[in-house]
């Protein structure tokens, strides 16, 4: 019997580089905007959750900033991203808009979703987000989908599926990671290992530490990253892309990594008996903006008051995209029942 040709393992180079050498100054500090958006976006939503102006669940991604900014600045606008229910951190890094995403999280007709999905219904595809999913492991078959579509189209887009820890745990992932690899499909797995799936922690679920050696049964290449180092994650996506896009398949990132709040809300969780309050700091000590911020000020590629000054601005940037959210209008009661079925 005949087998496949031997696997290409497209993270062999990426081993060999220092950390920064392969990432260019001007990438730095978009990689550094684009995670201190989310910071801030998202600390603003848990504000709001708090007061309860946000009344849809919010699954809070802070902590995890740099996975979504390390690859999906390795991806082009029309590359898709499938997200989950933690996805605000993908649609801004894909190139939602703060406006759309606030007037979503306030149920409002101006939201990305038209107010009907709220913070886990995400979508605008016009750069590359058909739209994130809450059901645990559904983006994984769903960027597969796309991914054979694209194949069959030859229109040179790769897919991407965000998903946890908890989502490999679910059999459509091994379905998918088999159909993927036979068919060579231009997809990329990016595994968000933050050792938690809702109040449960890895270690209770999994007999050994190895969710890297998920791919390997499929001939999947795959790598274990530092997560909270967005340059390590965005050069590990740039090859992961290039093997995609080059007709090689598919490969698995396993991006180490900590959601600092609860698994839904604002609060920080770290008095209920799930985790102990000195695990939470020393992922808080690892802060993956703060540990680009260093590196940027060593390089001298900023300045403490240019930090300062992007920080004014994105906060402006939220702060008008929440003053739109709240002028706008809720969805009108006569289309209640549109946007269920496709239109014609
Ligand atoms: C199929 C399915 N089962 C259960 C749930 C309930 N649920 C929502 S999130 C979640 C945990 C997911 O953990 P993980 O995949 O690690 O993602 P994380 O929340 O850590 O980002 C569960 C069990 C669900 N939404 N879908
Ligand atoms: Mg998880």
Known sequence: MLFHDEMIDPFQACQAFASASAVDADLQVRLYTLMLKCRRAEERAAELAETREVG???????????????????????????????????????????????????????????????????????????????????????????????????????????????????????????????????????????????????KDRRKRDNLADAGKPYSIPSARIDGNNVLEVHRYARAAVEHARSGRGPSFLECRTYRWRGHVGPAWEWNLGIRKREEVEEWLARCPIRALEQQLLAQKLMREEDMTALRQKIDEEIEDALAFARQSPYPAMDTLLRHVYVER
Request: a neutral charge; glycine letters at 12%; aromatic letters at 8%.
């Open 56 to 202: 849809c669940p919010v699954h809070l991604y802070l902590g995890q900033e740099a996975v979504s900014a390390g690859v999906c600045t390795a991806l082009k606008t029309e590359d898709q991203v499938f997200g989950t229910h933690r996805s605000h951190g993908h649609f801004l890094c894909k190139g939602g808009g703060l406006r759309p995403l606030f007037a979503e999280l306030l149920g409002k007709a101006t939201g990305c979703a038209r107010g009907r999905g709220g913070s886990m219904h995400l979508i605008d595809t016009s750069c590359g987000i058909p739209g994130t999913t809450p059901i645990v492991a559904a983006s994984i078959p769903m960027a597969a989908g796309a991914a054979l579509a694209n194949k069959m189209k030859k229109n040179g887009l790769v897919a991407v599926a965000f998903f946890g820890d908890g989502a490999t745990e679910e059999g459509v992932f091994h379905e998918t990671m088999v159909m993927a690899a036979i068919w060579d499909l231009p997809v990329v797995f990016i595994c968000e290992n933050n050792f938690y799936a809702s109040h449960l922690p890895l």
